[in-house]
């Protein structure tokens, strides 16, 4: 049973073109982020939507933009594609809620970009 | 801004030896979270431990344990009894209640038997 599944895992692209990545999570979570890893392995975020909502916008190219279909789904599409975005790209989800659940954030698989 | 620093880029132990992997961070916050994450080979995202700041008591889980310091914003991992699987990336993640979570660069430990 996955519990946060990304499709594809890998991705290869030529420059210039438009792809999406896409999210999905069954632990009937409100809340989904996208994570970027480089190729140093440095994480960070880029977006995060509660219930449909974003919530959370950092610093990324126009580009690249989210979407939220349902609670349960949070795509990625990404325009003109550039050298600079070949990365691991994370889906994760988790639940806001009470102190005591910690709101521990579940990771998909990652999707290994690369553009050539 | 929260920041999250991981001063040892690698770090090598010996099969059932022990290991302690150092993280520090930055907030003026007084309730938080923190977490050790692994990320072996295959890339998938492992939480490890997590702590929350308002609570003295430092976390267990198994073979790995956190020394949390508060007053010293500093937050090791120290993993007991090395196994041959335990050789990954290991990232250290701040959390400020159900805000996002900001990592450290990692570090990525070797085990040798």
């Known amino acids: 049973d996955t519990a946060v599944s990304q499709t594809p895992k890998y991705l290869v692209t030529q420059m210039g073109n438009d792809k999406s990545i896409k999210c999905e999570q069954n632990l009937g979570h409100d809340t989904m982020y996208w994570y970027k890893q480089d190729s140093k392995k440095f994480l960070k975020i880029m977006f995060s939507y509660n219930n449909k909502e974003l919530i959370i916008n950092e610093t990324v190219p126009n580009r690249f933009s989210p979407k939220s279909p349902d609670k349960a789904h949070l795509n990625l599409h990404i325009n003109s594609l550039e050298l600079g975005d070949s990365a691991v790209y994370f889906c994760?989800?988790?639940?806001?809620?009470?102190?005591?659940?910690?709101?521990?954030?579940?990771f998909g698989p990652g999707t290994r970009l690369t553009v050539l | 801004a929260q920041t999250v620093t991981q001063s040892q880029p690698e770090m090598s132990v010996q099969e059932a030896e022990t290991v302690t992997l150092s993280c520090t961070y930055d907030?003026?916050?007084?309730?938080?979270?923190l977490f050790w994450y692994k990320q072996p080979p295959s890339r998938q995202m492992i939480l490890v431990i997590r702590q929350e700041a308002y609570k003295q008591q430092n976390a267990t889980e198994n073979r790995f344990s956190v020394n949390f310091q508060k007053a010293a914003k500093s937050f090791s991992l120290k993993i007991s009894d090395s196994q041959l699987g335990d050789a990954a990336m290991y990232f250290c993640a701040y959390r400020k209640n159900t805000d996002k979570l900001i990592f450290g660069t990692g570090t990525r430990l070797q085990v040798f038997p």
């Open positions: 907030t003026s916050e007084s309730d938080y979270y």
């Open positions: 994760a989800s988790s639940r806001l809620g009470q102190r005591s659940s910690y709101n521990e954030q579940f």
